[in-house]
Nanobody, 128 residues
Framework: EVQLVESGGGLVQAGGSLRLSCAAS????????IGWFRQAPGKEREGISVLFNKDGSTYVTDSLKGRFTISRNNAKNMIYLRMNSLKSEDTAVYYC?????????????????????WGQGTQVTVSP
């Protein structure tokens, strides 16, 4: 059974940093791609970053490049999202998700329907 457990959320002042963790189990880690999503109050869940475990390539949505970084520790089956220079608009519940379906070359899976397994989410609150 695929399991994803996020941690690392919390309350932080604007300008601060957090590192979210996603612990993965129950599947062949290297065969999957892992995405980070977030859902702000009253808004739809949006995909913000992806890591392709097969080759280690990563993607961060343009609006967050330079502030957010996705990384992994294969030995621990962990995916991380480092968030720097946090802003109040980064306040959201952050989710990690996993899937292994083959995608067309160049396709970046950022839709909810691109993922079959989800964590429970971790709350990030950025105070002004």
């Amino acid at each position: 059974e695929v399991q994803l457990v996020e941690s690392g959320g919390g309350l932080v002042q604007a300008g601060g940093s957090l590192r979210l963790s996603c612990a993965a189990s129950g599947f062949t880690f290297d065969a999957y791609y892992i995405g980070w999503f977030r859902q702000a109050p009253g808004k739809e869940r949006e995909g913000i970053s992806v890591l392709f475990n097969k080759d280690g390539s990563t993607y961060v949505t343009d609006s967050l490049k330079g502030r957010f970084t996705i990384s992994r520790n294969n030995a621990k089956n962990m995916i991380y999202l480092r968030m720097n220079s946090l802003k109040s608009e980064d306040t959201a519940v952050y989710y990690c998700a996993a899937d292994a379906r083959i995608r067309p070359t160049g396709y970046v899976p950022l839709r909810i329907e691109d993922y079959g397994a989800w964590g429970q989410g971790t709350q990030v609150t950025v105070s002004p």
